[in-house]
């Protein structure tokens, strides 16, 4: 009989009733530490009290207004994020997929009304996630992602990750209208793309006229380390797609764009009747009022090198089960030689909670306010779930 929930998702058999900072508590009241804060969307921790203000103080003048009127929360988020971006405009949505949704549509209608409708395609790369629409899946383009969803959304180039030379230069021709890359890819195992590689994808996508749009769902907000990750590289978007850690937990998502890729996106070519909501924005400004500031950026790249060290040391002490490090700032993952479910299930038994990804990898995504001493404390309970997984193999 199936359950009241579509069965969709393979959850561990673990339900919270609480959480503070890095830590969620069961409902059997049993503490656990949290490494991967809602798959990076819990930026600013559970509860956090910044958030919890903004929130209540809107939730006590007004919730919901449709896009039919202005709004001032939306207003004052947006030029936020303008004056602190590449951005000149921004389009609120409710998720990271609802932004690939809107990137695409806003990439081809560039093109359209500059009198190139045939320039359709999107070039994207392997290993990518950029949700679970019918086009952010077709965009991914595995099977994993598409078998039993056909047909599929034409319009999209599939490369290897990392592809260059020849191989990207002969894919751009006249029908592509935008290269779509992740400048870290999340679900993909952890895999930063090097800056010279997105700096060589501005440079080519300035040649050929094609738009550059980042998907920086996962990776940006303070992530690693910058307010968004590409900027470690300098090699700005046309176009990018945001959700997760922007709303500290709260459903919010955007696509930041300049003017001229935005310039098709008219009166009537795109809407949503929550995207842009009061409450969402009241939190989303005062995540970003906090994330933005220089000495929390600072703070975050200093306690991801922390991290990191200590990481390397846990990697050297059990190389039966871990083979390195990878990632950017506090956005890492530890490539497995063991199965990484295996890590992530005797993670449970130690009261620490990390996300399993693609290539073997263990996702450690905590909330950016981690402190020093439950850096320490995760890399104690990660070298007892090592030790039990290496025990359990040698059973076997």
């Known amino acids: 009989m199936i359950p009241s929930v579509l069965p969709t998702y393979n959850r561990a058999p673990l339900s919270f009733e609480s959480g503070e900072g890095s830590w969620l508590v069961a409902t059997d009241g049993t503490r656990y530490l949290d490494l991967g804060a809602g798959i990076a969307v819990n930026a600013l921790g559970h509860a956090n009290p910044a958030l919890v203000a903004a929130l209540t103080a809107q939730a006590n003048r007004i919730w919901h207004l449709s896009n039919l009127y202005h709004i001032p929360e939306q207003e004052a988020l947006a030029d936020a994020l303008v004056e602190k971006t590449f951005a000149d405009t921004v389009f609120f949505t409710n998720s990271g997929t609802e932004a690939c949704e809107l990137a695409v549509k806003m990439a081809r209608k560039y093109w359209y009304d500059k009198g190139q409708p045939d320039r359709v395609n999107i070039v994207t790369f392997s290993g990518a996630f950029h949700g679970r629409s019918s086009a952010a899946i077709a965009a991914v383009g595995s099977e994993k992602m598409t ?27 006249d029908t592509v209208a935008a290269i779509l890359v992740e400048p870290v890819q999340g679900e993909g195992g952890i895999r930063p793309l090097p800056d010279a590689c997105l700096k060589g994808l501005r440079d080519l996508c300035d040649e050929t006229g094609a738009l550059l749009i980042y998907d920086e769902v996962q990776c940006g907000m303070g992530r690693t380390g910058k307010l968004f990750a590409h900027e470690w590289s300098g090699a700005a978007p046309d176009i ?22 935005a310039a098709g996106m008219t009166v009537g070519t795109h809407g949503s009747t929550y995207g842009g909501n009061p409450l969402a924005c009241a939190v989303g400004k005062a995540v970003l009022d906090i994330v933005a500031e220089p000495a929390f950026l600072d703070e975050v790249n200093r306690k991801a090198g922390l991290f990191r060290q200590r990481l390397e040391g846990l990697v050297a002490s059990h190389p039966d089960i871990f083979e390195e490090v990878r990632g950017a700032g506090l956005m890492l993952g530890l490539k497995c030689r063991a199965a990484n479910t295996d890590l992530v299930q005797a993670g449970y038994a130690q009261h620490l909670l990390t996300v399993p990804a693609a290539d073997n990898v263990v996702r450690l995504l905590p909330a950016l306010t981690i402190t020093d001493d439950e850096i320490a404390e995760a890399v104690t309970r990660l070298d007892a779930a090592a030790t039990a997984v290496a025990a359990k193999e040698a059973r076997a």
């Open 147 to 173: 078998k039993g969803f056909g047909p599929l959304l034409p319009g999209f180039i599939h490369l290897p990750f990392g592809a260059h030379g020849s191989v990207l230069q002969n894919a751009i021709d």
């Open 240 to 261: 990018m797609m945001i959700a997760k850690g922007i709303g500290g937990g709260f459903p919010l998502g955007a696509v930041l764009a300049t003017e001229a890729a």
